[in-house]
């Protein structure tokens, strides 16, 4: 696994599992096993009681899967942050080409990050709304977030 970097793993976490999920088109495994994440952990990283979190351990420092309801998001920090975007909007995109850019704005949580959102419309009445949280300059962390939705007929 030397060779896989963490955006790349961010990228294949998030698309070929978070998306894939929500598409009802899960295939494989991931090529690293994940460690649980306890209540206590989770709540030193900040997140909201009610999930449940992973961490794949990657050199130099790995990246964390929470899944919280109908959300899931994939994080992680360090100099890699800020490649994040790039590795998993090319992904997402290569896999759903039906991806729509909404916006691209400050996020409001986070000055120093941007927030760009997206729509994939997987076609069998299945959507889900993108939003991707990533670093203007090193030392922020990166996150990708996807909210899964239902056209309803």
Same mark, same amino acid.
């Given at each position: 696994? %030397?060779?896989? *970097?963490? &955006?790349?793993? #961010?990228? /294949?976490?998030?698309?070929?599992?978070?998306?894939? $999920?929500?598409?009802? $088109?899960? *295939?494989?495994?991931?090529?690293?096993?994940? *460690? &649980?994440?306890?209540?206590?952990?989770? %709540?030193?990283?900040?997140?909201?009681?009610?999930?449940?979190?992973?961490?794949?351990?990657?050199?130099?420092?790995?990246?964390?899967?929470?899944? %919280?309801?109908?959300? #899931? &998001?994939?994080?992680?920090?360090?100099?890699?942050?800020?490649?994040?975007?790039?590795?998993?909007?090319? #992904?997402?995109?290569?896999?759903?080409?039906? &991806? *729509?850019?909404?916006?691209?704005?400050?996020?409001?949580?986070? /000055?120093?990050?941007?927030?760009?959102?997206?729509?994939?419309?997987?076609? @069998?009445?299945?959507?889900?709304?993108?939003?991707?949280?990533?670093?203007?300059?090193?030392?922020?962390?990166? #996150?990708?977030?996807?909210?899964?939705?239902?056209?309803? @007929?």
């Amino acid at each position: 696994m %030397a060779a896989m *970097k963490i &955006t790349e793993l #961010a990228a /294949k976490l998030f698309v070929e599992g978070c998306l894939a $999920s929500v598409a009802g $088109s899960v *295939k494989g495994r991931m090529p690293i096993a994940p *460690k &649980t994440v306890s209540e206590m952990e989770r %709540a030193e990283l900040g997140l909201p009681q009610g999930g449940d979190t992973v961490f794949y351990p990657l050199p130099p420092t790995g990246v964390f899967l929470d899944l %919280a309801g109908p959300v #899931a &998001t994939v994080f992680f920090s360090g100099s890699d942050a800020t490649r994040g975007l790039d590795a998993v909007e090319s #992904a997402m995109k290569r896999a759903y080409p039906s &991806t *729509k850019q909404l916006k691209d704005e400050t996020d409001p949580a986070d /000055k120093d990050r941007r927030k760009r959102s997206y729509q994939v419309d997987f076609g @069998n009445s299945r959507l889900a709304l993108v939003e991707i949280h990533y670093p203007q300059r090193a030392g922020r962390p990166f #996150a990708a977030r996807v909210t899964a939705q239902a056209r309803k @007929n």
